[in-house]
Each structure stands twice: as C-alpha cells, then as structure tokens.
C-alpha cells in the first residue's frame, strides 16, 4: 500500500534519477484551466446524455449533436489556457526529463502549453475528420454557422476525437504501449483510473517494472493497487513544487 503522504522531494528525487519518464494525463489536469470533466460534481454527463457522444446517434442526428459539442466543447475549450501543470511538463520535456505524454484529454492544453511528444489517446479537438473521403479540416476552418459541417466532397464532418462505438486510434494506442513497456518512472496526474482501455496503460507499466507516482486531488482506482508514491494535491501545486525542487525554472 502506497504511502498516503509521500514528500515532494522524494518524488523529485525518483525524477531526477529516471532514464525514462512518461506522464499519464486526465480531466484533473485540466480543471484548474476551467474545463469541466465528464464524471463526478459539476460533470458534463451531469448536464449532457452521453448519447451525444455515441457515433450511431451523431450519424443519424448530425446537425443536433453538432450544436451540442459545439456548446460542450468548443466554446469551452477554445478559450482555455494550460495551467502551472501543463508547463510543468512542458519544461520537463525541454530539459529532456520527460520523453512522453499520454493524454485522455482532448483540450489541446498540452499543445499550447508547449509538449509535443504527446500521445492523445482519444484524439483531439483541433481537428475535424470527412467521414467519407478522410480529408482532415483544422477546426478555426470550420463554418459553425452552418450544422452540420461537411467536406468539400459533401460528406459529413466529424471532430476528430473518439466517440462512444469507436475504437482507439491504432497509432496512440501503440504508441501508448510502447510508453507503458520503455518508462521506469510513470507519473499520473488528475486521472481516476476508471476509463477503459486508458486505465490498463499504467497497470501494463507497474507490470513491466515502472515505478508509479500518482498525483490526485483524492485517492483514485490506482491508488491502493499500482501506486508506489501518492501525492494528495491538485496537480499545479505539485508539479510547480517538483520542477523546483529540479531546479527548473
């Protein structure tokens, strides 16, 4: 069982001594830049029916669940900025600390901040995809006006982020498990542990001999199962407090 009051230090020491640290992301990363998750208070499937999310309804209901992710998504997150632990990571990649981030989320708020070896796991909301021709549309492209979107070939666009009834992305997800095989130091951060297949990357890291730091505003499905080192804050206080302790600034 993981120390429930692990010292900062002690985890910047294990950073400090890695020779392959990749981060797991999740929606707790992201909530200090406003975004809201999707599970638990003030949760988007709070307000929303996930069926908004499932591709079998947006095929057949594509101008409706348009306006809707619309509302959910872009208008959020298009004004969301990263947060202390988005750049936190950001300069542990530049100081060739960090060699990877695998991502749940689709905010782009690692982007922005500056990481690009970043595994987005279930794709992302710059982009959208025509779901017939498979021409790729930067979303700032995109008429909104106008629901639903389509390609200049006529066909439906799609953003290009995973829906319910959609499998992951071939390439993140190897990608990922490439991550989980190669790391000796896996650090979540904001993440429960509870979405399928995303959860299993950290399990299949602790199986291939990582040591696993967990950084969470409350204990979480790894906690007591994976987690050697446990750090019980919001994930900007922490991560600000560990590049100091690294000196970097």
Request: aromatic share 10%.
């Amino acid at each position: 069982m993981p120390k429930m009051k692990t010292e900062v230090k002690q985890v910047a020491e294990i950073i400090k001594g890695s020779k392959h640290l990749t981060a797991f992301t999740g929606a707790g990363t992201s909530v200090e830049s406003g975004i809201p998750p999707f599970r638990g208070e003030n949760g988007i499937w709070n307000k929303y029916d996930p069926q908004i999310f499932d591709l079998e309804y947006f095929m057949a209901h594509p101008a409706e669940d348009w306006k809707l992710i619309y509302e959910v998504f872009y208008k959020t997150i298009r004004n969301a900025q990263p947060n202390a632990a988005h750049y936190a990571l950001a300069k542990l990649e530049a100081e060739g600390r960090l060699q990877a981030i695998i991502t749940q989320n689709i905010d782009n708020l690692h982007y922005k901040a500056g990481s690009r070896n970043v595994i987005e796991f279930h794709g992302n909301t710059r982009q959208t995809v025509c779901l017939e021709c498979g021409k790729m549309y930067p979303v700032a492209q995109i008429d909104f006006s106008d629901m639903p979107p389509r390609c200049s070939c006529g066909g439906l666009l799609k953003p290009d982020f995973v829906f319910f009834g959609e499998p992951i992305p071939s390439g993140a997800l190897q990608a990922s498990y490439d991550e989980a095989q190669n790391a000796d130091v896996f650090l979540i951060i904001g993440t429960t542990g509870v979405i399928y297949p995303a959860g299993q990357i950290p399990v299949l890291a602790k199986q291939n001999g990582a040591t696993i730091i967990e950084i969470n505003v409350a204990p979480s499905e790894y906690t007591n199962r994976i987690t050697d080192l446990f750090i019980e804050q919001k994930a900007s206080s922490a991560m600000t407090k560990i590049l100091n302790l690294l000196n970097i600034t």
